[in-house]
């Protein structure tokens, strides 16, 4: 299936004093500095050295910081370590262990394999993302990833006509990820897209954050990014990528379908059956926002043409 890569205009490049460890960030914000303009969040390639796609940012967006590292790496939702939002950063270093590492491909392709996690990786350019991330428990970042676009990985692996689904299985291991002993949900975390959802160029398997390896309670070493939707379709520690024909049993729907659809788009006016989904907390700000449909993506918006999106939520 050959999609056109279109220009991606979630906003521009982060300001130099934010994120100083990519010299294409340092380029062009000495260069919109010069304009008189500070610029603020990017959605760019740039695995060659120039950034690419940076366009406007939607007009409700306020402008957009990155989230400090601190705060990235210090507070997070991932319950195979506990369910404070403190306790993977403080258990998945000591026992996650991201290698050695193996990603299965398997289902309904025709170049199936089972990879060490160099192999996965190799011979797929690595590029930089910054993208919004929106939680469904109404907080949000922005989050400066590395990684490889998931499409490149689909076309890797040759899916057959029949196959309409990827899914996502991450690590079962309780050894490793004590949280699993626990009956919080029913593991493994299991997660899925649509064939033209994983096809997408926004889609990203993140392979780090902020120019350095994914941390271990970030999802070492390998993570879904699906921006447009809520952080728990962002499945983290993967191990295994399924093609089907039938729509998998995510872990959220699964769990509690009446609160968390399978699409888990964002969409601020569908709100949560406990709280509103209208406004979001951006970490490290005391105001809330307004939320933006897609989170702001509406280059994803042809994706759901004619459907109900209060219904598919």
Known sequence: ?????????????????????????????????AAGTIPAVAACDTADGAAEGAAAAPPAQQRDELTPLEDVTGYNNFY????????????????????PWTVVVDGL?????????????????????????????????????????????????????????????????????PGQRRDVLDWPYVEGLRMDEAMHPLALLATGLYGRALPAQNGAPLRLV??????????????????????????????????????????????HPRWSQARERRIGEFRRRPTLMFNGYNEVASLYSGMDLRRNY
């Open 80 to 99: 195979e370590f506990g369910t404070d939002k403190e306790d993977p950063a403080r258990n998945a270093p000591r026992t996650l262990r991201p290698r």
């Open 1 to 33: 299936m050959l999609i056109k890569k279109p220009e991606i205009p979630s906003s521009e490049i982060t300001p130099e004093r934010l994120y100083l460890s990519r010299r294409e960030f340092i380029g062009a914000s000495a260069v919109a500095l």
């Open 109 to 177: 392709c025709d170049r199936p394999g089972r990879y060490a996690f160099d192999d996965f990786v190799r011979g797929v350019a690595q590029v930089d993302r910054t993208y919004r991330l929106r939680c469904v428990e109404a907080w949000s970042m922005v989050i400066p990833w590395r990684g490889i676009p998931l499409r490149d990985i689909v076309n890797r692996a040759r899916p057959r006509a029949g196959a309409r689904f990827v899914e996502f299985t991450t690590l079962h291991d309780p050894a490793q990820m």
């Open 226 to 271: 699906v921006p447009w939707k809520y952080g728990f379709k962002s499945i983290k520690s993967i191990v295994r990528i399924r093609f089907t024909d039938r729509q998998p049993r995510t872990a959220w729907n699964v769990s509690a379908p009446q609160e968390y659809g399978f699409y888990a788009n964002v969409n601020p006016q569908v709100d």
